[in-house]
Nanobody, 117 residues
């Protein structure tokens, strides 16, 4: 079965850190560009970060730039997102998204991140 499974979310205090993981199964991750997308409570999807298939380039949303590091380990078929200095407005469900060169895509089920004191 082709799937992406996110993990690493949870409740963290403002200023804290989390590392999200996204494990791929049923396909080879290195054929895909990868992104993290989030959905805040009551809002639509918001792109957060992206990384090319070979990790040659990384991209970040302005609102979180300097606080995020996206990375991938193709040997482990896993994508990561290190999030530091978290703020309450970073709260939401974080999804990983894989897009192939033929533009087929795969979504994970999401992991909840809650930033609150």
């Amino acid at each position: 079965e082709v799937q992406l499974v996110e993990s690493g979310g949870g409740l963290v205090q403002p200023g804290g850190s989390l590392r999200l993981s996204c494990a791929a199964s049923g396909f080879t991750l290195d054929d895909y560009a990868m992104s993290w997308v989030r959905q805040a409570p009551g809002k639509g999807l918001e792109w957060v970060s992206a990384i090319t298939w070979n990790a040659g380039s990384t991209y970040y949303t302005e609102s979180m730039k300097g606080r995020l590091t996206i990375s991938r380990d193709n040997a482990k078929n896993t994508l990561y997102l290190q999030m530091n200095s978290l703020k309450p407005e970073d709260t939401g469900v974080y999804y990983c998204h894989a897009v192939s060169m033929s533009y087929s895509d795969i979504w994970g089920q999401g992991t909840q991140v809650t930033v609150s004191s």
